[in-house]
């Protein structure tokens, strides 16, 4: 039991250690965005002070004292608006990952469970059309990150034997008209999607398929054609440039005014005032700016490489274990189904209807009943 216990104090202080390094290391990725912007706005107010300590009539130090507030309040609310809006763009492109992984995971299953196995031909096609349903995440990723080409190392070998639908004298042409943001040189994902389809139009064709059936695939084709354009939605439905650059200028007039309304208060403490206060709000800013666009490589943004090779790997996992059968499951000669019963499932599945219900009945017998003696009710 003491080892146990020194065993568990290792493990939550370890999580705390962990913890703590990434709290400090996210602190030091805003920092190293924003740094050389406090150290000037510091330096500014240092330069303020000095001459206002040493030539005191060169600038009139008398500003109102509501006019920090009144600025602060506004400044502020744009921020929130601005955060909250950056927030949301990552909150819904996490959420539409997610679903996209789920319907993944549901295509997969179908196909492996579903489709018959009456031949190699028929266990190649369906591993052929798993390698298209984590294909179809990897080039998502590629293509929200403004990455076109079919020759990416995690790609090239689900996909080389595409035939190209663009190639690379239509992106230059695509640049020269500046329209790169709306009409991309390839479209991978959608690509894939028609392939996909094609397999489970064949399937029906071939198999008979009832409704219910085909609507189990069809409907996962749509719900990816619907996350591929909520991330398209997100791409390119940036934040309006108009009020970026006005929230931008609105803090750097409120942080560049501080020094003047502060100095005859603060004094010598204005220099450090106005410099945590630039730090602050313009690491707010910045946060915002990194998420607004959640499928980049920042470090704030959303780890897509982990997420797709975890894919990757529990695809491959999934396909390359030896699936029991019906039997080996669920009337195992080694599982004991019933508690208090020395009898297997295979047993069991011998006897007839009435005596399996007596082996439950026999088990429930067993169960302690609830002591209602003992019980107080408070009122």
């Excluded at 591929?228 to 750097?252: C, D, M, N, Q």
């Excluded at 946060?287 to 090779?309: A, V």
């Excluded at 006897?351 to 088990?363: D, G, H, P």
Aim: proline content about 4%.
């Amino acid at each position: 039991m003491f080892f146990k216990k020194q065993l568990n104090i290792k493990k939550r202080s370890k999580s705390k250690l962990e913890r703590l390094n990434i709290l400090i290391r996210q602190h030091f990725i805003i920092l190293s965005k924003v740094w050389w912007q406090v150290v000037l706005v510091t330096l500014y107010s240092f330069f303020i002070i000095c001459l206002n300590a040493y030539h005191e009539n060169i600038f009139y130090m008398g500003w109102s004292a509501s006019l920090v507030p009144i600025l602060g309040v506004v400044t502020g609310l744009l921020l929130v608006f601005r955060t909250n809006t950056a927030y949301d763009r990552y909150y819904e492109g996490r959420r539409l990952w997610s679903q996209m992984i789920q319907v993944i995971r549901v295509m997969v299953r179908s196909v492996w469970i579903i489709v018959p196995e009456n031949s190699g031909r028929d266990v190649v096609e369906k591993k052929t059309v798993t390698n298209f349903l984590v294909a179809y995440a990897i080039s998502s990723k590629h293509y929200l990150r403004e990455e076109y080409s079919y020759d990416h190392k995690d790609l090239k070998d689900l996909i080389h034997h595409f035939p190209e639908m663009f190639s690379e004298p239509r992106m230059d042409l695509l640049k020269k008209m500046s329209i790169l943001n709306y009409a991309p040189p390839s479209n991978i994902p959608l690509q894939i999607l028609y392939y996909i389809a094609i397999f489970v139009q064949t399937m029906k064709d071939r198999y008979k398929w009832d409704p219910a059936t085909s609507s189990i695939f069809y409907n996962g084709l749509n719900s990816m054609v619907e996350c591929l354009s909520g991330f398209e939605r997100i791409k390119r439905t940036p934040i309006p440039p108009a009020y970026s650059v006005h929230l931008y200028h609105v803090i750097w007039l409120y942080i560049l005014s501080l020094p003047f309304q502060l100095a005859e208060t603060m004094g010598w403490w204005t220099v450090a005032g106005v410099g945590i206060t630039s730090f602050t709000f313009l690491g707010i800013l910045e946060i915002g700016s990194q998420i607004e666009d959640p499928f980049g490589y920042d470090d704030n943004d959303l780890p897509l490489d982990d997420l797709c090779d975890v894919l990757c790997t529990e695809v491959n996992d999934i396909l390359g274990a030896n699936f029991p059968s019906h039997d080996e499951l669920f009337t195992s000669n080694n599982y004991y189904p019933i508690s208090e019963c020395d009898l297997s499932a295979f047993d069991l599945s011998m006897k007839t209807k009435s005596e399996v219900r007596a082996f439950l009945m026999q088990q429930t017998k067993h169960v302690n009943p609830i002591n209602l003696t003992n019980l107080k009710i408070v009122s």
